[in-house]
């Protein structure tokens, strides 16, 4: 008797057991591993170059190199890179962010929580690296001036009493609701001048008062106007945007030491203000008749030449005078 023909099913063999999530065990990606991968991203971006050999390897020094911290659900790494020189440090290190993030979230599954770049190393173009596309700095279009040292606005007394006087009303409104909810016992303070202020009637008193806070008004609103006064000196700058300054104090310093360095001055010392700096110059007891005229005009050269630095020109003045001890003696 034949047997019924019977045809190949493709349907897929029944599971025997349920693939549970806690039954396909664990994956371990070690430190190491996520480091090769973080170097490798950097590699990849134009500019960063790998620097090593000889006793790097034993040493650990070779670039670029990963120090790599694994948290539960995040990665942090620090890189250390060679570069390129000159390069656009901040364009290059967005460009390494952007890579190494985007191949060890694509690699690990686990996101770049920080990373950190140190460029450890440099060097220059080689020939073979001409087709690099090495991101180089670039001129800013406009220069913003910085803005000039100040000392501290006129209002900060105004603003520091009044901060005082707003702290000391609130403990009174304190003290005011605990009285009102009966925590503590008391005269309120509040009320009573709030009931008093109702009951008042037109004063001779009042006309005074009321200009006395207009005044105190008027005060206010021009502490707070008023410019800060300048605290220093610029240098002079060739683009016109002034970067360095000195304090008054700096310039009296400068002027001195250089009125020292001249043939004949025993001691000066130098006062600075907005207008002009004088130097007290001591001269030797030999110093005298056309010398002395000669010492004055070498005293102007040599503190004229330190003021001319300076972004706005201070008027000059010496004045001499013959040391009294050598000339007793």
């Known amino acids: 008797?034949?047997?019924?023909?019977?045809?190949?099913?493709?349907?897929?063999?029944?599971?025997?057991?349920?693939?549970?999530?806690?039954?396909?065990?664990?994956?371990?990606?070690?430190?190491?591993?996520?480091?090769?991968?973080?170097?490798?991203?950097?590699?990849?971006?134009?500019?960063?170059?790998?620097?090593?050999?000889?006793?790097?390897?034993?040493?650990?020094?070779?670039?670029?190199?990963?120090?790599?911290?694994?948290?539960?659900?995040?990665?942090?790494?620090?890189?250390?890179?060679?570069?390129?020189?000159?390069?656009?440090v901040a364009e290059l290190t967005r460009r390494v962010h952007h890579e190494v993030g985007e191949q060890v979230e694509n690699l690990t599954g686990m996101p770049l929580h920080q990373l950190g770049v140190l460029v450890a190393g440099t060097g220059p173009d080689t020939p073979g690296d001409s087709d690099i596309a090495c991101p180089t700095p670039s001129p800013a279009d406009t220069v913003t001036a910085p803005r000039p040292p100040a000392a501290a606005p006129a209002a900060v007394p105004a603003a520091i009493l009044i901060a005082l006087g707003l702290l000391g009303l609130a403990a009174v409104a304190a003290r005011e609701l605990l009285i009102s909810r009966g925590t503590i016992s008391g005269a309120p303070w509040l009320r009573n001048t709030f009931e008093w202020l109702g009951r008042l009637h037109w004063e001779q008193w009042l006309v005074p008062v009321a200009l006395a806070g207009l005044v105190v008004g008027i005060l206010f609103v021009l502490l707070a106007l008023a410019p800060r006064t300048?605290?220093?000196?610029?240098l002079r700058a060739d683009d016109g945007v002034a970067t360095v300054w000195m304090r008054p104090v700096d310039v009296a310093r400068m002027c001195s030491a250089r009125a020292g360095t001249v043939p004949g001055v025993v001691s000066a010392h130098t006062t600075v203000d907005r207008r002009r700096a004088t130097v007290h110059a001591i001269t030797d007891a030999a110093v005298t008749g056309p010398d002395a005229d000669n010492l004055r005009e070498a005293v102007v050269g040599a503190v004229g030449d330190g003021l001319s630095l300076l972004g706005r020109p201070?008027?000059?003045?010496?004045?001499?005078?013959?040391?009294?001890?050598?000339?007793?003696?």
């Open 1 to 88: 008797m034949a047997e019924p023909d019977t045809e190949p099913s493709d349907a897929p063999p029944a599971q025997t057991a349920i693939d549970e999530p806690g039954s396909r065990g664990s994956l371990v990606i070690k430190d190491r591993a996520i480091a090769k991968i973080a170097t490798t991203a950097a590699l990849q971006v134009p500019g960063v170059v790998s620097q090593g050999g000889g006793l790097t390897r034993f040493t650990g020094r070779e670039l670029p190199r990963a120090d790599v911290s694994t948290g539960t659900r995040s990665v942090a790494v620090n890189l250390y890179l060679g570069v390129h020189w000159p390069c656009d």
């Open 230 to 234: 300048r605290t220093h000196v610029p």
């Open 314 to 329: 201070l008027k000059l003045r010496v004045r001499t005078r013959t040391d009294r001890k050598q000339a007793r003696s």
